[in-house]
DNA sequence: ATGTGTTCCTGTCCGC
DNA sequence: TGCGGACAGGAACACA
């Protein structure tokens, strides 16, 4: 799914639509994504003011005037699309709904957000604002990658218990939330940490310095608007491009890109996910 | 309590 | 071209 960046830059697109704006019509095309939509969705939003859109891990929350907050989550092939009113320059046809268009939320002034996603591995529900935070789906997320509480000391004191492969560890959203499989493999590359070793096993020093590599790689991403691949887009409908930048996510085969590695990317299975590594420099 | 494997679902790509 | 299998950005769940 969109990691982190690509979600961020989800949020980014929507605000400037969604912020602010009343919700004037909601059509649910299908009773269920990953989950069953929540009772009477479209009642529920519809006249309601979106007062902030913010993101928590994955999620896009999305508060409303009414006291209830939207969770998104857009699993693997979640997209959010914008058309209608004010939309570039050619949306005055409009609406056929499109194949697993499931959701499509219809601003006041005529802007419309779509919920597009082919795998329905995403995810919508609907609670008080007041305590979103205790919601069953973000209640055991970890701290933000980018925030604060994520430094070297947090991350030893989680790590230091563990027997799986860090990257594998990386994975849990219990122990940082927002890391996928793509920015894990890259963030492992970057700090020259083999994905392989033993999350316990990894010096103080160099899980030091992970923390600030998994910062710039994340920020370098949401800089790039995200990674594109296959079928995700930013909300605007613009790919992100932060997929040329992989050094080894999907690159297997390929020359290591560190100057004078001369190592080769490999591909192994973890966890049943893919993890894209240089054998030689990462240790 | 951790660990892994399975499962949800559709689409795409690759080899025969 | 058609068909089968592998694989895909996630994560809840069942089970060792």
Redesign the pocket.
Known sequence: ???LP?VETVRRGLAPVMEGKVIARVTVNRPDL?FPLPERMAERLTGARVMQLRRR???ILCDLSSGETLLI?????GRMLLSGAGIGRFHHAPPLPG??DHVVIEMEGGARVTFND????G?MDLAATAGVEDH??LR?LGPEPLGNAFDERYLAGRLK?????VK??L????LV????????CESLFRAGIDPRR???RIAAARLGALVPVIRDVLAEAIEAG???????RRADGEL?YF?HRFQV??REGAPCPRPGCGGTVR?I??????TFFCPRCQR
């Open positions: 799914m969109p990691e690509e990953r891990a994955k999620y989550h857009l699993g693997m092939s194949r697993h082919a795998r329905r591995f995810a069953w789906l055991r218990a563990r027997a799986s492969a594998t560890a994975l849990d959203q219990t939330a927002g890391l996928g499989n793509i920015y894990v033993p999350a316990a995200g990674s594109s691949l296959r079928d995700h992100g997929q996510y999907d591909r299975v973890q966890a049943g996910r893919s």
